[in-house]
């Protein structure tokens, strides 16, 4: 029964560069939340996204930042002309409804050069 | 404007006593809180919850107390273990809003 799966694990970007982080929640969830994490900083939300659907959307960047979460595979954070403030770790979790605890993959460590 | 504030960057404790890592929230419509544990280039994992109805929840080595009045909560381990040293992480919500506020973490170090 495989967790929550990100990858890649580490992403390297120059700056101007569009960055695709995928998550693919664990079996049977079909609730996905990114978070980001800042170096020195907790874990910011960022968005949650059910089948098809943006449900809150209020941490995301106005710019820039896309999320989304097709009826078939994974989700996917995208991030368009990454600059070096986008470098921080993006973590996906997911759940099998609202009111149950949500389990988190391993995060995607983004560095922008 | 931190919500959920871990005023301690770091804890270092002995094998065997006890850990207590503090939490503080500031939004009084907070009304379910966690604890999640986290390893270096890991995701966070889920520890203990509870809710704000209630004012101590128990998982073995594990106790989180609740003081809403003071909008306080701490997680306690007892005995610690080598094996615990890790990053918490307290998070609070309202539930049904689906958003985790978490804190900045307090990296907890036992010694054996």
């Known amino acids: 029964n495989a967790g929550v799966m990100q990858n890649p694990r580490h992403l390297v970007r120059r700056r101007g560069q569009e960055a695709r982080l995928r998550c693919s929640p664990m079996k049977g969830h079909s609730h996905v939340y990114w978070y980001r994490q800042l170096p020195e900083e907790g874990l910011k939300f960022m968005v949650y996204l059910q089948k098809e659907n943006i449900i809150d959307e209020s941490g995301m960047p106005k710019e820039r930042f896309s999320a989304e979460f097709p009826k078939e595979g994974p989700s996917i954070l995208r991030i368009q002309q990454v600059v070096r403030g986008d470098s921080a770790a993006y973590f996906c979790a997911s759940s099998d409804n609202r009111n149950t605890e949500a389990f988190f993959g391993q995060g995607t460590r983004l560095t922008v050069v | 404007d931190q919500q959920v504030k871990q005023n301690s960057p770091s804890l270092s404790v002995q094998e065997g006593r006890i850990s207590i890592l503090n939490c503080d929230y500031t939004n009084s419509m907070f009304d379910y809180f966690l604890w999640y544990k986290k390893y270096p280039a890991e995701g966070p994992t889920f520890l203990i919850s509870i809710s704000s109805i209630k004012d101590k929840n128990e998982d073995g080595r594990f106790t989180v107390f609740l003081n809403k009045s003071a909008k306080h909560l701490s997680l306690h381990i007892v005995p610690s273990q080598p094996g615990d040293s890790a990053v918490y992480f307290c998070?609070?919500?309202?539930?049904?809003?689906?958003?985790?506020?978490f804190g900045k973490g307090t990296k907890l170090t036992v010694n054996p």
């Open positions: 998070a609070a919500t309202v539930r049904g809003s689906e958003k985790l506020v």
